[in-house]
């Protein structure tokens, strides 16, 4: 079992910046990709970024691309999303999830998943 804690979402103005933490835990933290997804209510959960396992490799959905920054410290078992510029179309739950894939970015590839943290951008 991976135990995920997301932290760090919050209220922002349009313009802003956030970064988001996962904090895992309960198995080897750099055996697993990891990703960041995102859900409005009765819409799909969307990949946001995903990193490899070694960080070598990061996926981003076209519409962070050039704003959000994904990264890990394994070290610290912890994957970060860096958000800058956000837009008030970036509100949503945002959840970490591990993969055991070298590297995954679609929801079926993962196994484990944080609780969720909000993120809303106001105009």
């Known amino acids: 079992q991976v135990q995920l804690v997301e932290s760090g979402g919050g209220l922002v103005q349009a313009g802003g910046s956030l970064r988001l933490s996962c904090a895992a835990s309960?198995?080897?933290?750099?055996?697993?990709?990891m990703g960041w997804f995102r859900q409005t209510p009765g819409k799909d959960r969307d990949i946001v970024a995903a990193i490899s396992r070694t960080g070598g490799i990061t996926h981003y959905a076209d519409s962070v691309k050039g704003r959000f920054t994904i990264s890990r410290d394994n070290a610290k078992n912890t994957v970060y999303l860096q958000m800058n510029s956000l837009k008030p179309d970036d509100t949503a739950v945002y959840y970490c999830?591990?993969?055991?894939?070298?590297?995954?970015?679609?929801?079926?590839?993962?196994?484990?998943w944080g609780q969720g943290t909000q993120v809303t951008v106001s105009s």
């Open positions: 999830a591990a993969s055991a894939q070298f590297y995954s970015t679609t929801a079926q590839g993962y196994t484990y």
């Open positions: 309960g198995r080897t933290f750099s055996n697993y990709a």
